[in-house]
């Protein structure tokens, strides 16, 4: 029997158009002064008018703040907090992919508690109550709406924290799949595969429990056999609708499970030759599942995951055991999205190998893995990746 300790923090209102209920939303939390945050791709796509025009039916008063950059940064976080100072809002809005949701988090850490980011690097640090916030997702990813994390890095060391707090925890997700329709076939691949990465590896973790399991398979069967579909018809609403539902779903089970060795070896790719988390985490994710197969409790896991998908998402996986055609799978899956399923063709050189290792096994993620990592573990994964 492995405990937990759940409790639901987040309404999440699913729906087409569900983007034209934000201004209800807000005023039904007592809102009166709206700080969206978002990033200009956003803008241009349009769901900003549109969410402001919502808010402002409502008598709302409205100030964006439209300059967040893939993986904020403090420094990102730091000029969204003097627009905060200066428009000083009782109500955030989070309208983008995990960036713009992080960064609505990160501010209302600094806005609400005073001090740097660093401060709340970890769980729990946060001592007064913090703002109100609605998470409205444009991708289907990181799925954050539905996490009490906000991803932040270091400016100076690049190094990427996770600052979490049940306060900081959105009190409604606006899950609008017309939304994602407007992503570039490119952020779909990426964000769906990680996605994917999210539902398998919190479906192994070392916390894994009834609760995270219920979330991390429904996710999983939702976005494997959607994923697809959306690289092929990126208007097909219907497989829109089950990605980000999938994806929030993995991002429920992320905060009742955590993450594994594949996300504390994608991190460090990032920080030193900038690869796209997505693809970081697509690269490492099928020999991490090699290595996790050889215990047996998680190759059982594995088999049922196989077992829950369609015919028709399975042809790729071939191979002896539930490790080496799930490993296959992924492959395939990579390959689909147009992703590269290597270290080398990424350009990573393969003397920076053991420097990645080392950093890799200061990942806070790599503790929950099923099977320990060290880094010696981990410069072997990086290898067989290359
Ligand atoms: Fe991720």
């Known amino acids: 029997m492995q405990p937990f300790d759940f409790q639901p923090r987040t309404r999440f209102v699913f729906a087409p158009d569900a983007l034209d209920r934000l201004g209800a939303l807000a005023a039904e939390l007592d809102a009166r002064r709206v700080l ?19 808010l402002r039916r409502q008598g ?3 100030s964006v703040f439209d300059q ?23 109500l955030l809005v989070g309208l ?32 007064r109550p913090m703002l109100p916030m609605i998470a409205v997702p444009t991708t289907a990813g990181t799925g954050s709406e539905a996490q009490s994390f906000a991803l932040i890095s270091d ?14 925890a959105c009190r409604v997700a606006v899950l609008d799949p017309k939304l994602t329709v407007t992503q570039p076939r490119q952020v779909t691949a990426l964000t769906g595969m990680d996605a994917i990465s999210h539902a398998l590896e919190t479906a192994v973790t070392t916390r894994r429990n009834a609760v995270s399991e219920t979330f991390s398979r429904r996710a999983w069967q939702l976005l ?24 929030c779903l993995a991002g429920l089970a992320i905060e009742n499970s955590m993450l594994g060795a594949a996300h504390a070896l994608a991190n460090p790719l990032t920080q030193h030759f900038g690869i796209v988390h997505g693809q970081a985490v697509g690269v490492m994710l099928p020999v991490v599942v090699h290595y996790n197969a050889q215990e047996p409790s998680v190759a059982a896991v594995y088999q049922q995951l196989l077992d829950s998908l369609p ?52 990942q806070w993620t790599g503790r929950f893995n099923p099977r320990p990592v060290n880094a010696e573990v981990l410069e072997s994964l990086y290898r067989q990746a290359w």
């Open 155 to 168: 400016a100076e060391t690049h190094v990427k924290m996770a600052c979490g707090d049940p306060k900081a």
């Open 224 to 247: 494997v056999s959607h994923f697809p579909r959306v690289l092929r018809d990126p208007e097909d609403l219907t497989a829109r609708a089950a990605m980000q539902l999938g994806a």
């Open 68 to 90: 967040v950059v893939e993986n904020p940064t403090t420094e990102t976080v730091d000029r969204c907090l003097v627009h905060a100072w200066s428009f000083a809002p009782d």
């Open 311 to 362: 015919e028709h998402s399975v042809q790729t996986a071939q191979g002896e055991g539930p490790g080496q055609r799930l490993a296959a799978l992924l492959q395939g899956l990579l390959q689909e999205a147009e992703l590269a399923g290597r270290l080398q063709t990424l350009g990573v050189p393969q003397d920076a190998l053991p420097r990645l290792a080392r950093d890799a096994a200061e």
């Open 96 to 127: 983008g992919g995990g960036s713009s949701m992080d960064c609505a988090k990160g501010v209302n850490f600094l806005y609400t508690q005073g001090g740097r980011m660093q401060d709340y690097w970890g769980v729990g640090k946060a001592r």
């Open 36 to 54: 969206v945050v978002t990033d200009p791709g956003i803008v241009a796509a349009g769901h900003v008018a549109r969410a402001v025009e919502s």
């Open 60 to 62: 709302l008063a409205v």
